[in-house]
């Protein structure tokens, strides 16, 4: 079985300052990892995912994330964040197969402050 | 890019009725749809997965009888929360995978059931 830990429930910044979510992951095997975002009462947005290659991989709205398979990571950054940024955030594991079903962490609210 | 819809986007029923949502993928053909549930402030919940021209598989301790799924085309998925209950209440969202097989799940914008 395979499970995802994000750390932080809740992360509050201020504008323009850099920010990290945290994201682990456990599985016995390959997986394919995401990010999600989430704007209250919207359906989830695909901000990035890594399914091979290089492991820094960058996304939409300047958003970037880092899988380290030794760590079972996959931190999601971004370098200055705007007010437009405050949402909910979801990591995502999926270990493909036939049916490709996602595995979604809790959720980090990402709460960014003028 | 590729679009799911949900309609609808909200819905109040009474106790004891039932409700039907759908799911459109609006310009790809979706072998696979998925159904989730959302409660408030707590991560997405897989209740099951759909495949175009057959039985849905339900995870574990999802009622089959009592959320039921029809996936009828490529398009197009249904959930019917029948006999519904004020606990049935929550943000339903779907989304669909592509013929093509990529691994990307495309998702709707939810639809919020609240039951009286």
């Known amino acids: 079985a395979q499970s995802v830990t994000q750390l932080d429930s809740q992360v509050p910044v201020f504008e323009e300052a850099p920010v990290e979510l945290r994201c682990n992951y456990s599985?016995?095997?390959?997986?394919?990892l995401f990010w999600y975002v989430q704007y209250p009462n919207q359906g989830l947005q695909l901000l990035l995912k890594?399914?091979?290659?290089?492991?820094l991989v960058k996304g939409i709205n300047g958003f970037e994330a880092e899988f380290n398979k030794s760590q079972t990571s996959f931190h999601l950054r971004k370098p200055s964040v705007h007010i437009s940024d405050t949402a909910e955030y979801f990591c995502?594991?999926?270990?493909?197969?036939?049916?490709?079903?996602?595995?979604f962490g809790k959720g980090t609210l990402l709460t960014v402050n003028p | 890019g590729a679009v799911v819809s949900q309609h609808p986007s909200r819905v109040i029923c009474k106790s004891g009725t039932s409700v039907k949502i759908e799911c459109r993928s609006l310009?790809?053909?979706?072998?696979?749809m998925f159904w989730y549930r959302q409660f408030p402030k707590k991560s997405l919940m897989l209740m099951a997965t759909?495949?175009?021209?057959?039985?849905?598989?339900?995870e574990q301790g999802v009622e089959k009888d009592k959320f039921l799924i029809n996936h009828a085309s490529l398009t197009l998925s249904t959930l019917t929360v029948t006999s519904a209950h004020p606990e049935d209440s929550s943000f339903y969202i779907c989304?669909?995978?592509?013929?093509?097989?990529?691994?990307?799940?495309?998702f709707g914008p939810g639809t919020r059931l609240t039951v009286t």
């Open positions: 995502a594991v999926d270990r493909g197969g036939s049916n490709y079903k996602l595995t």
């Open positions: 310009d790809f053909q979706a072998t696979t």
């Open positions: 890594y399914l091979s290659g290089s492991t």
């Open positions: 989304s669909a995978r592509d013929f093509q097989g990529s691994y990307e799940q495309y």
């Open positions: 599985s016995s095997v390959s997986v394919y």
């Open positions: 759909s495949n175009e021209g057959s039985k849905a598989t339900y």
